[in-house]
């Protein structure tokens, strides 16, 4: 069983930058595959970022591509979300999650462990 645990989440005007951070414990960090996802409002729940292999490998949605970045330190069991020029369509509540390394073709793992979840709000 994995443990994960997201924070740096709050308040931020658009524009404005947060660094999202998820620590892992319980299970070898660095055999899964990692993500983190977001639901907005009356939304369903979104893949946002992931790194679904060793390779170095990374995926970003469109609506994120050039302003969040995804980095994760195996060293220190944590995973991380860089996101810049924030808009107000970014707000949401944001979970990391990790799953076994996804099929060849495919861009993010089905996770088996969520994070409690981590609520951004971007003002206008």
């Known amino acids: 069983e994995m443990r994960l645990v997201e924070s740096g989440g709050g308040l931020v005007q658009a524009g404005g930058s947060l660094r999202l951070s998820c620590t892992a414990s319980g299970e070898a960090f660095e055999d899964y595959a990692i993500g983190w996802f977001r639901q907005a409002p009356g939304k369903e729940r979104e893949g946002v970022s992931c790194?679904?292999?060793?390779?170095?490998?990374?995926y970003y949605a469109d609506s994120v591509k050039g302003r969040f970045t995804i980095s994760r330190d195996n060293g220190k069991n944590m995973m991380y979300l860089q996101m810049n020029s924030l808009k107000p369509e970014d707000t949401g509540v944001y979970y990391c999650a990790a799953g076994p390394l996804p099929p060849p073709g495919e861009s993010c793992p089905v996770p088996d462990f969520w994070g409690q979840g981590t609520r951004v709000t971007v003002s206008s």
């Open positions: 790194i679904p292999d060793g390779d170095g490998g990374t």
